[in-house]
């Protein structure tokens, strides 16, 4: 069995964005995504911090530390592209005007509840951010995380542990070992890395899986 890194989780997402749609990515893994969505494809990528139009990472020795994104990374704004103030970034990520968003989360609920800004840990920084008014903002939320925990427990639960960011937000789940569709009737696989079965993912989640009705 044989994982994916990073950035062939960030290409993977990548592939499934759809021609002429606005997209906001999460502080974290999901930034990964611009570096690898298709040239050939219009599509709008909206940073909370005031940012649409923004383009891949630049070059190294090419930044301007003046064009960060959320997550103050160094990031470029492609030709047309525009900055703004935050609260205009944040009408437009509460007004629907975002029609998916890629987030990082510590849990997804197989209900697509989505936890993702708090351990609950007494030792953990709180990081709410624009998470809760993207989750619930736009029309399509979908998470991008490792399945698996540094101690091996799976991030896809049958409940979330820590404090929720959004109920029954979530669609799909990318991950470095499958891809799930999440429903209202739980979680299915949408496609899973070569050697993986559907019974190696349930014991590795501890849940009941099925099959996406568009796996061959």
């Known amino acids: 069995m044989k994982r994916l890194t990073r950035d062939q989780m960030a290409a993977r997402v990548a592939r499934d964005i759809p021609e002429g749609v606005y997209v906001n990515l999460g502080i974290g893994l999901p930034t990964k995504v611009a570096d690898y969505l298709p040239k050939e494809r219009e599509i709008f990528l909206q940073s909370e911090n005031g940012l649409l ?9 090419n930044e301007d530390w003046d064009l960060i994104n959320a ?11 525009c900055y703004f ?6 009408a437009m990520m509460r007004g629907g005007h975002i029609d998916i968003c890629i987030l990082g989360a510590f849990q997804v609920s197989v209900h697509g509840d989505l936890a993702n800004w708090h351990t609950a840990d007494a030792n953990a920084i709180p990081a709410v951010g624009g998470a809760m008014d993207l989750a619930i903002g736009a029309k399509r939320t979908i998470v991008m995380m490792e399945l698996l925990t540094r101690q091996g427990e799976s991030r896809l639960v049958k409940s979330c542990a820590y404090p929720l960011t959004g109920l029954a937000c979530v669609s799909r789940v990318y991950t470095d070992l499958a891809v ?4 209202p009737n739980g979680a299915s696989v949408a496609e899973m890395v070569e050697g993986l079965t559907l019974d190696d993912l349930q014991n590795i989640t501890g849940l009941p899986l099925s099959l996406s009705c568009n796996v061959a």
């Open 85 to 90: 103030h935050h609260a205009d970034s944040f």
């Open 53 to 61: 139009g923004m383009g891949p990472a630049p070059a190294p020795g």
């Open 180 to 183: 799930f569709d999440i429903g």
């Open 71 to 81: 997550g103050k990374q160094p990031v470029t704004l492609l030709p047309g592209g």
